[in-house]
């Protein structure tokens, strides 16, 4: 699930906001989100003393560095706002 995805499910989640806050709020979570991942890929090392760790990241294969201005999924969006609103405009008339 990446930016757009998310963007078109939540439009349908809160039908109650306007689409252009949706999209900022997407764009805001993804940006803080690429920032902020590398953070939880870091564990102290009084964490890896201990004998026994039911979960130690080996295994954790996720993507850590992320582009944080996602160009073409953030234009993607914008794209999407616009088409919505000149069909929301079309539709009132």
Same mark, same amino acid.
């Given at each position: 699930c990446g930016p757009v995805t998310m963007f078109e499910k939540l439009r349908h989640l809160w039908s109650h906001l306007p689409v252009q806050t949706v999209a900022d709020k997407v764009r805001r979570f993804f940006f803080y989100y690429s920032i902020n991942r590398h953070?939880?890929?870091?564990?102290?090392p009084s964490y890896h003393a201990e004998n026994y760790s039911p979960d130690d990241n080996r295994?954790?294969?996720r993507q850590f560095l992320?582009?944080? %201005?996602?160009? %073409?999924?953030?234009a993607t969006i914008a794209r999407r706002v616009k088409e919505l609103a000149a069909s929301e405009k079309k539709s009132k008339i």
């Open positions: 953070k939880m890929t870091v564990i102290t295994f954790d294969l992320y582009n944080a %201005r996602w160009p %073409r999924q953030f």
